[in-house]
């Protein structure tokens, strides 16, 4: 009996495993070109209108000369309804440090300890960027804020926003388009950009 229930879990916890190692591996594509550490610890949520759908695929065709489903953006649009907004968790983005109001500043010892970081330039860079946040006023201090990856209904597609606010007058964001490979995930393109 227990053979049988042990026989019966293995293509469960198999899934599991592969859906959280494709998750690291997206999290992974699409943060890693980012440079700054600094990030929200509330994931920001994913939101468009379907009235934007054809907008959408339109400026990502002119744009990447690539057709868009309409369909796959209308069920990520559905998904995105019941995306998920609690904190991340230091797993998730284990290369940036999290960050729970502008008011608060970070410690370098922390920082460095967090992140492991053993290369002397990377170091003089990190101490740099938070030496330059923690005497950064409050209100322009630089954070930059991602939302989790919201899917389509086949787990083959994924849109992430992220935004790099401060100051309420500089910075800019982007829904990200990306899509499952074979072997990963491979950014196809921003739908939708902007600056302010």
């Not at 000369?65 to 983005?93: M, P, Y």
């Not at 007058?169 to 950009?193: A, F, I, K, P």
Request: charged share 25%.
């Amino acid at each position: 009996m227990k053979i049988a229930f042990t026989l019966l879990c293995i293509p469960f916890f198999l899934d599991l495993h592969a859906q959280t190692k494709e998750y690291k591996n997206l999290l992974s594509v699409a943060f890693g070109k980012y440079d700054h550490v600094m990030v929200y610890k509330i994931p920001t949520p994913v939101s468009f209108h379907t009235k934007n759908v054809l907008t959408l695929a339109k400026n990502f065709k002119r744009y990447y000369h690539k057709d868009v489903d309409t369909v796959l953006l209308l069920q990520i649009i559905q998904n995105a309804q019941h995306s998920d907004t609690t904190e991340w968790a230091e797993e998730e983005l284990p290369r940036f440090l999290l960050v729970s109001s502008r008011t608060e500043s970070i410690s370098i010892k922390q920082a460095v300890h967090k992140l492991s970081l053993t290369d002397k330039q990377q170091l003089r860079s990190l101490k740099r960027q938070i030496r330059r946040f923690n005497l950064t006023d409050a209100y322009d201090r630089d954070i930059s804020y991602f939302s989790r990856p919201v899917f389509d209904n086949s787990k083959s597609f994924a849109i992430i926003r992220w935004s790099d606010a401060h100051s309420g007058l500089g910075g800019g964001g982007g829904l990200v388009l990306y899509q499952r490979t074979e072997n990963d995930w491979v950014m196809l393109g921003e739908l939708e950009s902007w600056k302010y």
